[in-house]
């Protein structure tokens, strides 16, 4: 199941959701009243707390500020955390503590512990 935390349009207007929210892969939609993602990705207000928080581990694929912000959010609440991409290039901006993989098995090693494959 797919499972979208979404954000509110801004502090001022927290019950509307934010334009784009949820996509067309999310099943089961929890709306909030937090408003911040992106560069904001760390903030209080920022649904990435939600995300990082009620995970067993966390993936990084390549994104942008907001991935990166949950890779740092992943370090600050001492989760598991790996990156994973073929390509290095497209995850150079994220945190270089957080251990890398660029194969499917190097991945699943990871996760072996903490989730049922």
């Known amino acids: 199941m797919s499972i979208g935390i979404i954000p509110c ?4 207007d927290r019950g509307t959701p934010k334009a ?20 904001q990705g760390t903030h209080d207000l920022s ?3 939600i995300n990082v928080l ?13 991935t990166a912000a ?11 955390v790996i990156v994973y991409s073929p390509n290095h290039g497209l995850v150079e901006h994220f945190p270089h503590i ?9 991945l699943t090693g990871f996760l072996r512990p903490y989730v049922v494959l």
């Open 9 to 12: 349009v801004s502090e001022s």
């Open 20 to 39: 784009g929210y949820p996509n067309e892969f999310v099943e089961l939609a929890i709306y909030t009243h937090l408003p911040f993602s992106g560069p």
């Open 47 to 49: 649904r990435n707390h």
């Open 54 to 66: 009620s995970c067993a581990a966390i993936v990084a694929l390549p994104g942008e500020a907001g």
């Open 70 to 80: 949950e890779v740092s959010l992943a370090i600050r609440y001492h989760k598991p």
């Open 98 to 106: 957080v251990p890398r993989v660029d194969s499917i098995e190097g």
